[in-house]
């Protein structure tokens, strides 16, 4: 059986597949045939390799045997495993499937073919492989669990259900399938029923902290705060070293964006922790992101404190500042970092935006400045400096400083947005041609798709060459990516007013005082995702 606890991840996915009770050869013989003597030597020998974990040299040798017996599904079938231990899932798709096609009977070579596919995000077709498997054998308990796991992952709740009650009947006693039987009764949206099986699995489970988190972590991802603490809490009094397990996990579930899930492994942590500075931190973070500011401030503070060279503390702590406008205190926090931290560039980068913020672009510049002689290709120092310029309309220095970037990398979209950007303003006010900033912006879009700006840009590129019809699908687009931000909404307005559409004109028009009056700004956290 795996271990219980592995990551948020895949304890979640549930992707860990069984292959326990199926009639299937032990890869330390050969099965009995009527093959020849040295073929079952080289096949013992291979399986020797891959038990010890030599998964190139294995590949090799059942490569080898492959070439001699070609018929030979079981080399076809262990191959594919080497394949998945060295992480070459497609190349294992295909020595499966050859398995199969050798031995359409064999549950070992579709078992294995049914988890390649769920290591694949694949989730019907390893559903529909363990399907096979059980119609070979029935009675398999990793078979049923496997298809529940499968079903599950499908989206398929009552099916997975109902794949784990039976493998239930077949093995009450199997703690895995308890948990699996649980999370899918979740998910279901049957909660009592999956208490009934977490109280089946802890009376299963015994004493072992391993377990007893593992189920306080499904109560907690399934909003049953409360009923998790008594697990963690007897956990970590069965397990001290439970608080470094339960760390790793809140750090998972921060990184995967679930801060309640955090801030209730975080929270059970209280007293153990206290003078532990990734504790606060990340506690801070969960809080933050949870808008509980206060608490956030004060743990953020606290992990400073504790551990003042840690540079993603004042990052997390500028971040909340800038969010919540107060653009002093973001310069002063950046400022104390700098005394402690000189030679890092992510505060500096930070010190910079925060400058920027405040509309002291000459200090803004002075940073960016400290920052290029420290790392003269950072490309986020270039991108600060360009929205420096797009601040201060200093449109000629921003087309050099455009032209920088993109002689740096031609692949960052940055360079080319700004640089269509500046040739447009330069062309808007000296009423010349706009053909070297549409060729830009296109080359921008090309290189990302996704960013509303460009679209934006194009738009108003299209409009000022005064091709409306074109420029309202641009600005349309840019709207769809970004339904926030009010300007699209405005230059579509005026666009559709040139062709007439009177009644789309006033509905874009309110749109736009609508996301006006909304808007907040939000440049702190989209540059410090950059820095990060």
């Given at each position: 059986m795996r271990s219980l606890i592995l990551s948020i991840a895949a304890f979640i996915s549930l992707l860990a597949w069984r292959t326990g009770g199926l009639p299937a050869q032990d890869v330390s013989r050969p099965p009995a045939a009527s093959s020849a003597s040295s073929r079952d030597q080289l096949y013992r020998a291979a399986n020797e390799l891959l038990q010890s974990g030599r998964f190139v040299q294995a590949t090799a040798a059942y490569k080898a045997i492959i070439a001699r017996w070609p018929g030979f599904y079981q080399a076809y079938s262990l191959l594919g495993v080497a394949y998945t231990q060295m992480g070459k899932l497609e190349q294992a798709t295909a020595c499966f499937l050859k398995a199969v096609e050798l031995q359409p009977g064999s549950a070992e070579a579709r078992n294995n073919l049914g988890a390649n596919y769920l290591a694949l995000k694949k989730f019907s077709q390893a559903a529909a492989e363990f399907r096979q498997v059980i119609a070979l054998s029935p009675e398999s308990v990793s078979a049923w669990y496997n298809l529940g796991a499968s079903e599950l992952q499908a989206g398929r709740d009552e099916n997975s259900v109902a794949a784990f009650e039976r493998a239930a009947q077949l093995a009450p006693g199997d703690l895995q399938v308890r948990i699996g039987l649980a999370e899918a009764r979740f998910k279901a949206g049957h909660p009592r029923q999956a208490l009934a099986a977490i109280q089946q699995a802890k009376g299963?489970?015994?004493?072992?902290?391993?377990?007893?988190?593992?189920?306080?972590?499904?109560?907690?991802?399934?909003?049953?705060?409360?009923?998790?603490?008594?697990?963690?809490?007897?956990?970590?009094?069965?397990?001290?070293?439970?608080?470094?397990?339960?760390?790793?996990?809140?750090?998972?579930?921060?990184?995967?964006?679930?801060?309640?899930?955090?801030?209730?492994?975080?929270g059970a942590l209280q007293g153990r922790m206290?003078?532990?500075?990734?504790?606060?931190?990340?506690?801070?973070?969960?809080?933050?992101?949870?808008?509980?500011?206060?608490?956030?401030?004060?743990?953020?503070?606290?992990?400073?404190?504790?551990?003042?060279?840690n540079e993603d503390y004042y990052l997390d702590l500028g971040e909340l500042l800038g969010e919540n406008n107060a653009l002093l205190a973001n310069v002063a926090v950046f400022e104390s970092a700098i005394e402690v931290l000189p030679n890092s560039i992510k505060i500096r980068l930070?010190?910079?935006?925060?400058?920027?913020?405040?509309?002291?672009?000459?200090?803004?510049?002075?940073?960016?400045?400290?920052?290029?002689?420290?790392?003269?290709?950072?490309?986020?120092?270039?991108?600060?400096?360009?929205?420096?310029?797009?601040?201060?309309?200093?449109?000629?220095?921003?087309?050099?400083?455009?032209?920088?970037?993109?002689?740096?990398?031609?692949?960052?979209?940055?360079?080319?947005?700004?640089?269509?950007?500046?040739?447009?303003?330069i062309a808007l006010r000296s009423k010349s041609s706009f053909a070297s900033a549409l060729a830009l912006i296109q080359k921008a879009s090309a290189l990302d798709s996704r960013d509303w700006r460009?679209?934006?840009?194009?738009?108003?590129?299209?409009?000022?060459?005064?091709?409306?019809?074109?420029?309202?699908?641009?600005?349309?687009?840019?709207?769809?990516?970004?339904?926030?931000?009010?300007?699209?909404?405005?230059?579509?307005?005026?666009?559709?007013?040139?062709?007439?559409?009177?009644?789309?004109?006033?509905?874009?028009?309110?749109?736009?005082?609508?996301a006006k009056s909304r808007m907040e700004s939000r440049q702190f956290r989209r540059l410090l995702v950059d820095i990060r």
């Open positions: 299963i489970g015994g004493n072992d902290a391993g377990m007893l988190l593992t189920l306080g972590l499904l109560l907690e991802r399934n909003g049953l705060s409360d009923e998790a603490v008594p697990y963690f809490q007897d956990a970590l009094r069965l397990s001290p070293s439970t608080s470094e397990r339960m760390m790793t996990l809140a750090g998972s579930s921060i990184d995967e964006g679930d801060y309640k899930t955090a801030l209730g492994l975080l206290d003078n532990s500075a990734a504790w606060h931190g990340m506690l801070g973070y969960s809080h933050f992101k949870l808008d509980h500011i206060e608490l956030a401030m004060e743990h953020l503070q606290k992990a400073i404190r504790l551990d003042p060279t930070g010190l910079a935006v925060a400058h920027l913020l405040t509309g002291n672009l000459e200090r803004t510049e002075q940073e960016i400045g400290r920052v290029l002689s420290l790392q003269s290709k950072s490309e986020v120092a270039y991108k600060v400096l360009l929205e420096a310029f797009e601040k201060s309309m200093d449109w000629a220095r921003m087309q050099a400083t455009a032209r920088q970037l993109r002689q740096l990398n031609k692949t960052n979209s940055v360079g080319w947005y700004y640089g269509a950007l500046s040739e447009y303003e460009t679209h934006f840009l194009l738009g108003k590129i299209l409009v000022a060459e005064g091709r409306h019809r074109e420029a309202v699908s641009a600005l349309q687009r840019a709207i769809q990516l970004n339904r926030d931000h009010p300007q699209p909404y405005y230059v579509l307005a005026r666009a559709l007013q040139q062709l007439a559409r009177k009644q789309e004109a006033l509905e874009a028009m309110n749109a736009f005082r609508s």
